[in-house]
């Protein structure tokens, strides 16, 4: 029921956006909504969430200054703009929603039981 976009090849201190839609009837504006990765060979770990308005974010120390996360619940779609990447955030990307969403944000995976099939970013020159 979600469905990510927008990953693909980029340059060092190049830039992507990725974009999280929901299908099937979900209206994404009920729930909070993370955004995971898994680099080749690590664990996955939290890189940023929004909550259902969009008025309150967190990010990783990782991707802080760098990625901005945002929503348009209006257009059932939250996003991941991605600036200054670096080889590092080489990764499979996933947007994970939490229901019902609760008042504190997390990027704790448990918290999330609804998952993306991820979309591969390759940041390489």
């Known amino acids: 029921q979600l469905v990510e976009s927008g990953g693909g090849l980029a340059q060092p201190g190049g830039s992507l956006n990725l974009s999280c839609a929901a299908v099937?009837?979900?209206?994404?504006?009920?729930?909070?909504i993370a955004w995971f990765r898994r680099a080749p060979g690590k664990a996955r770990e939290g890189v940023s969430c929004?909550?259902?308005?969009?008025?309150?974010?967190h990010y990783s120390d990782s991707v802080k200054g760098r990625f901005t996360i945002s929503r348009d619940n209006a257009k059932n779609t939250v996003y991941l703009q991605m600036n200054n990447l670096s080889p590092e955030d080489t990764a499979v990307y996933y947007c994970?929603?939490?229901?019902?969403?609760?008042?504190?944000?997390?990027?704790?995976?448990?918290?999330?039981?609804?998952w993306g099939q991820g979309s591969q970013v390759t940041v390489s020159s």
């Open positions: 994970a929603a939490e229901y019902p969403a609760s008042g504190r944000l997390s990027l704790e995976e448990g918290v999330y039981p609804f």
């Open positions: 099937i009837r979900w209206r994404l504006k009920d729930f909070n």
């Open positions: 929004i909550n259902r308005s969009g008025r309150r974010t």
